[in-house]
């Protein structure tokens, strides 16, 4: 007998296979108005959120790389593009035009071009520019510009940093020190006044309609060790003089004077002149300059802080002048003796 034939097999036959039994998608349940108030205000808020610029920059990113790794003959608008259908008559089938080898194959570009994105302003081909220059300053400096550059000990470039901090603090002690020697050197010699700077401090000469020079003696009359200062002030004034003239000279027309003209009128209109000299030596080299200015910043440091302790007696680091030469209470000549 059967399996078939076996008494209740006909009633396991009307029974549905539940392994093989299939459901109906339900109908979409209708939204309400309370669900499409919530979503609607879900999604304003995820509007309202202000993206940073790392974000922004990292779903660029993404969807840059999604778009070159999708190729445009899997979008489904494809099959309906005339200039697809174009192509294909043109012998286009998908893997790239050029020459086909004997296989059928074609050996074209495959591949999109990479790109390069460019993050800065420069122009197109700036790049190669700032390399043919590098590779010019290299030549002329006798560098292969493919040599690799040497590595940099750590300690030489600690060493060298600290000697630069140090030099740029010395520079500015040995400015202090000029000023502070001109300064007393010119009390010593008993011209007791300030450079004239300004039409309004002018003498009285001046201030009566007088054209006298402004007196400047030689620079190469000045003591080297502060004659450096001096020389950049003069050049600085000078400067300064002829800038300001020319400015007059153009912001003001020509005026009227007469030679017997008063002072006191001339003031009034204005026609007062400032005649400014500078020293006679100006643009003359100066060798002993330069050579003074050639050693190192401590040495002259030094020898500025010699010469105010032996014609002042005066101490830069203590800050004040002693009554004798014993200069007794003075640890010694250096910044270290005085920590």
Request: aromatic fraction near 6%.
């Amino acid at each position: 007998m059967s399996a078939t034939n076996q008494p209740g097999s006909e009633a396991q036959d009307d029974e549905d296979d539940y392994m093989n039994m299939t459901f109906e998608d339900p109908q979409p349940a209708k939204e309400t108005s309370l669900q499409r108030t919530q979503r609607l205000k879900k999604e304003s808020r995820a509007r309202g959120v202000i993206k940073s610029k790392a974000q922004l920059a990292e779903e660029e990113t993404a969807a840059r790389e999604k778009a070159l790794a999708t190729s445009m003959l899997d979008d489904p608008r494809a099959k309906k593009s005339k200039g697809l259908a174009m192509m294909a008559k043109m012998g286009f089938t998908g893997g790239g035009l050029g020459k086909k080898t004997e296989n059928g194959k074609s050996q074209g570009r495959t591949e999109p071009i990479h790109l390069s994105m460019k993050d800065d302003r420069g122009g197109i081909g700036m790049d190669s520019e700032k390399k043919r220059r590098f590779r010019e300053a290299a030549a002329e400096q006798g560098i292969e510009p493919d040599a690799k550059t040497p590595k940099l000990d750590p300690d030489e470039y600690r060493e060298r940093v600290r000697k630069e901090r140090e030099d740029t603090k010395l520079e500015k002690q040995f400015f202090a020190a000029q000023r502070l020697a001109e300064r007393m050197d010119d009390e010593q010699a008993g011209k007791g006044g300030a450079k004239v700077d300004s039409d309004d401090s002018a003498s009285e000469d001046e201030k009566k309609g007088s054209k006298a020079p402004i007196s400047s003696k030689p620079l190469k009359s000045v003591n080297i060790l502060y004659r450096g200062l001096v020389r950049h002030r003069e050049e600085k004034e000078r400067d300064r003089r002829m800038r300001y003239d020319l400015e007059q000279s153009l912001s003001r027309l020509p005026t009227y004077e007469e030679e017997d003209d008063d002072p006191d009128y001339k003031t009034a209109l204005g026609n007062r002149k400032t005649v400014y000299t500078a020293a006679e030596d100006l643009d003359e080299e100066d060798p002993e300059l330069d050579e003074f200015n050639a050693l190192d910043v401590r040495e002259r440091l030094e020898r500025l802080l010699k010469h105010l302790r032996e014609q002042h007696l005066y101490c830069f680091w203590c800050k004040m002048a002693y009554p004798d030469t014993e200069m007794d209470g003075c640890p010694g000549l250096s910044e270290e003796d005085h920590d």
